[in-house]
């Protein structure tokens, strides 16, 4: 049962960004999926989340109206489009799955993988 988060990468700020969360060993499909970032010297926080049912979608202001994140359960991967990046969006971000939408209130005592990091900067 593994998550791996990819598509990471160094940007400048205004572009645009693609990230993958692909699983294995289990199905997407039958989980909320959430996408979380550290900045350095910062807490993780969960920003984004795609609910099992009816794929209802919560975003934190931070990135509401920048970032979409969707799901392609045929292949089991969900996806962060990135638009607009900007120098705070810079951390390492990680995707998890739990229960339902939002991320409040995930346990953060989990397996995150190594995550992939995100920076923006001219």
């Known amino acids: 049962v593994q998550l791996q988060a990819s598509g990471g990468g160094l940007v400048q700020p205004g572009e645009s960004l693609r990230l993958s969360c692909a699983a294995s060993?289990?199905?997407?499909?039958?989980?909320?999926v959430g996408w979380f970032r550290q900045a350095p010297g910062a807490e993780r926080e969960g920003f984004a989340c795609?609910?099992?049912?009816?794929?209802?979608?919560h975003y934190a202001d931070s990135v509401k109206g920048r970032f979409t994140i969707s799901r392609d359960n045929a292949k089991n991967t969900v996806y962060l489009q990135m638009h607009s990046l900007k120098p705070e969006d810079t951390a390492r971000y990680y995707c998890?799955?739990?229960?339902?939408?939002?991320?409040?209130?995930?346990?953060?005592?989990?397996?995150w993988g190594q995550g992939t990091l995100v920076t923006v900067s001219s």
């Open positions: 998890a799955v739990d229960g339902d939408c939002p991320t409040t209130g995930w346990g953060q005592d989990r397996n």
């Open positions: 060993g289990f199905s997407l499909a039958n989980y909320a």
């Open positions: 795609i609910s099992m049912s009816y794929d209802r979608t």
